[in-house]
């Protein structure tokens, strides 16, 4: 029902930035919570960070004062500005998105969609 196109990972060395970008598109009729999450080698998937629709924000410890996530509600597009990189923020980073659909909507629930992800390295 909803494809979540994630860019913008690459190759970063420690202190510098990046900014990931996650658009959602197909049969949409409101995009509600979107957020990042990330899997490091050998972990688990972690929340990174999440947005609601109205803009009211979560963050993980280890990446507060240096990552913020912002959406465009216009354009169903998740961002997330990294700052201050470490290596341990190395992983894939992956978009999340609970949507609706019409018929959802009147039916009372969401769709829940990931998309496929994106590598963060952060090495010297």
């Known amino acids: 029902q909803v494809q979540l196109v994630e860019s913008g990972g690459g190759l970063v060395q420690p202190g510098g930035s990046l900014r990931l970008s996650c658009a959602a598109s197909?049969?949409?009729?409101?995009?509600?919570?979107m957020g990042w999450y990330r899997q490091a080698p050998g972990k688990e998937r972690e929340l990174v960070a999440t947005?609601?629709?109205?803009?009211?924000?979560i963050y993980a410890d280890s990446v507060k004062g240096r990552f913020t996530i912002s959406r465009d509600n216009a354009k169903n597009t998740v961002y997330l500005q990294m700052n201050s990189l470490k290596p341990e923020d190395t992983a894939v980073y992956s978009c999340?998105?609970?949507?609706?659909?019409?018929?959802?909507?009147?039916?009372?629930?969401?769709?829940?969609?990931w998309g496929q992800g994106t590598q963060v390295t952060v090495s010297s």
């Open positions: 999340n998105a609970y949507s609706m659909t019409i018929a959802s909507s009147l039916a009372g629930f969401e769709y829940d969609s």
């Open positions: 197909g049969s949409i009729f409101r995009v509600n919570t």
């Open positions: 947005i609601t629709r109205g803009g009211s924000t």
